[in-house]
T-cell receptor
Framework: RKEVEQDPGPFNVPEGATVAFNCTYS??????FFWYRQDCRKEPKLLMS???SGNEDGRFTAQLNRASQYISLLIRDSKLSDSATYLC???????????????FGKGTKLSVKP | DTGVSQNPRHKITKRGQNVTFRCDPI?????LYWYRQTLGQGPEFLTY????????KSRLLSDRFSAERPKGSFSTLEIQRTEQGDSAMYLC??????????????FGSGTQLSVL
């Protein structure tokens, strides 16, 4: 299994649609999970952290399933401005260690059409 | 500008030449990361520092790649004997972890390397 694996995309959806992205990770010891957004020709920026109990920020909801080593991002009522690449990020802890490497998935491209 | 600064923005070099990129992190950030990104892919982790200590370097792509952060402030990434396959965007990010599970990376705009 790849360290961090995402839906290949692209996702092309109409405005107002609900869209969900999935991500799986290989290291069961991982403790930190994030979603980043990257606009075309720009640097990645943090969208939201993912907490064990799940968390919501406006139209965005992130979920974590540790048993399945799976995280998700749900975008409701999608806007044209949501068009971007969404990157799943996982802290790959070393065995017995507390430090880790922040590993990015390949990203899923979202295009929201009018 | 108090964000992460990378220089140069663009670098064109001939195959076999050495190149060095510089990253100036946000001043109070103690962690500094280097990533490489090619078109259509996510950022690929290369190495990171906690202050001046390089805590992970096994993912540097080959022994032609090296990074330093001598005083725990700015960092440099050097690629020796460049190859065409090294052409990519090299991204630097810095952070100050807030606890074990909360770390926000702030990225610079990157250095775009083209090896001819």
């Amino acid at each position: 299994r790849k360290e961090v694996e995402q839906d290949p995309g692209p996702f092309n959806v109409p405005e107002g649609a609900t869209v969900a992205f999935n991500c799986t990770y290989s290291n069961s010891a991982s403790q930190s999970f994030f979603w980043y957004r990257q606009d075309c020709r720009k640097e990645p920026k943090l969208l939201m952290s993912v907490y064990s109990s799940g968390n919501e920020d406006g139209r965005f909801t992130a979920q974590l399933n540790r048993a399945s080593q799976y995280i998700s991002l749900l975008i409701r009522d999608s806007k044209l401005s949501d068009s971007a690449t969404y990157l799943c990020v996982v802290n790959m802890l070393k065995h017995g260690g507390s430090q880790g490497n922040l590993i990015f998935g390949k990203g899923t491209k979202l295009s929201v059409k009018p | 500008d108090t964000g992460v600064s990378q220089n140069p923005r663009h670098k064109i070099t001939k195959r076999g030449q050495n190149v060095t990129f510089r990253c100036d992190p946000i001043s109070e950030h103690n962690r500094l990361y280097w990533y490489r990104q090619t078109l259509g892919q996510g950022p690929e982790f290369l190495t990171y520092f906690q202050n001046e200590a390089q805590l992970e370097k096994s993912r540097l792509l080959s022994d032609r790649f090296s990074a330093e952060r001598p005083k725990g402030s700015f960092s440099t990434l050097e690629i020796q004997r460049t190859e065409q396959g090294d052409s990519a965007m090299y991204l630097c990010a810095s952070s100050t972890p807030m606890g074990a599970t909360n770390e926000k990376l702030f990225f610079g705009s990157g250095t775009q390397l083209s090896v001819l």
